[in-house]
């Protein structure tokens, strides 16, 4: 069975200071990969997505970028966090086929909640 | 006007109760409907799907869509405490290529008190 690892749970980081979150997924390979924040009252904002090794789409422009170095992984950076990038950080896989995306949709990770102080 | 609004809640209800909870949408392009339930700190789950008008049954929950209107609905019968939860509506959307996008609602905080 297919499974996403999304670490760290927690993290809290000064201004400034640069940042980096790895998700993997396990259990299928060619996935369409995703970074989402999600802020409170304001929902699911699509940051990052990836159909392939070293293909990114930014939707957002902002202090952010990604990476997808290997199939199954896909990292979340930035050089100098600001306090705006406080948030809920989700990493989401679907399948390639259209057919599983419109009958499993996209499966998230546990998330990772980010305070910038 | 936003693609996908859905009101945020709070909704509380009673142990037992029957919930409503709603999205409406403004592309007439989308042809998928999703609910995902989304615990404290946990990722969204995917708990229903559906590509047609009409209802789609599963337990305790029933999607409902209704294309002309370009509303969708999701049903909760004898909720629990365990219903307690932020659902949010998605949509699938066509952004080039092969690849879809999800567009979410912002999510409907529900409590279920017993």
């Known amino acids: 069975s297919q499974t996403i690892h999304q670490w760290p749970a927690t993290l809290v980081q000064p201004v400034g200071s640069p940042l980096s979150l790895e998700c993997t997924v396990e259990g299928t390979s060619n996935p369409n990969l995703y970074w989402y924040r999600q802020a409170a009252g304001r929902g699911l904002q699509l940051l990052f997505y990836s159909v392939g090794i070293g293909q990114i789409s930014s939707e957002v422009p902002q202090n952010l970028s990604a990476s997808r170095p290997q199939d199954r992984q896909f990292i979340l950076s930035s050089k100098k966090l600001l306090l705006s990038d406080s948030g809920f950080y989700l990493c989401?896989?679907?399948?390639?086929?259209?057919?599983?995306?419109?009958?499993?949709?996209?499966?998230f990770g546990s998330g990772t909640r980010l305070t910038v102080v | 006007q936003k693609e996908v609004e859905q009101d945020p809640g709070p909704l509380s209800v009673p142990e037992g109760a029957i919930v409503s909870l709603n999205c409406t949408y403004s592309?007439?392009?989308?042809?998928?409907f999703m609910w995902y339930r989304q615990y404290s700190r946990k990722g969204p789950e995917l708990l229903m799907y559906?590509?047609?008008?009409g209802n789609k049954e599963d337990g305790r929950f029933t999607a409902q869509v209704d294309k002309s209107s370009k509303y969708i609905s999701l049903f909760i019968r004898d909720s629990q405490p365990s219903d307690s939860a932020t659902y949010l509506c998605?949509?699938?959307?066509?952004?080039?290529?092969?690849?879809?996008?999800?567009?979410f609602g912002k999510g409907t905080l529900l409590t279920v008190n017993p």
């Open positions: 989401a896989w679907s399948a390639q086929s259209l057919w599983q995306r419109a009958n499993y949709g996209y499966t």
């Open positions: 998605a949509m699938p959307m066509h952004s080039g290529g092969s690849n879809y996008k999800l567009t």
């Open positions: 592309n007439s392009a989308f042809q998928y």
């Open positions: 559906t590509y047609s008008s």
